[in-house]
């Protein structure tokens, strides 16, 4: 095997485990969702909601807990607990955050849960994540790139199951 192909391999994995505390945070949203959403039943001003009732505090709440715990186990392996559950925090919460923010947009437009935002959809947790990480540690243009490659990937793949799944109503 060709060593660059080795060395890209390597490349894309070390992305994936960085960013693993993000992908957990925003499937445990999902999967422990809530009744209670963010915005309180809120409208803007232009009428519609702010956020809608897809992103819940117990969603957010689910999401971070565990993006942080998965977090402190990287920094364990790494042998920086602190480093790790910082890294944990900032790319969870930035992910929810980017997600609700996503939210938003897609409200401002007049797009109800569910309706189809391509790239919305899928990078706005991706987005979040980078940018609150990003207060803390450097993260390449290669991450991102190849971050955002395969948060396409990974986001459309794992929806499509759920939805197979009967656990999300889309399948995007």
Known sequence: MDFNIIENIMLV???VYFLLPAYIANLSG???GGKNPLDMGKNFSDGNRLIGDGVTFEGFAYGV???VIFGVIEGF????IFFGFQIGLLLSFGALAGDAVG???KRRFGLSKGKPTPFLDQLDFFIGAILFVSL???VSVDYIII???LTLILHLSTN???YILGIKDVWY
């Open 13 to 15: 994995l070390s992305v």
């Open 30 to 32: 999902l999967a422990f």
């Open 65 to 67: 807990l565990f993006g």
């Open 77 to 80: 392996i790494a042998g920086n």
């Open 103 to 105: 939210s938003f947009i």
């Open 136 to 138: 803390v540690t450097y």
């Open 147 to 149: 971050g955002a490659i």
């Open 160 to 162: 499509t199951i759920a």
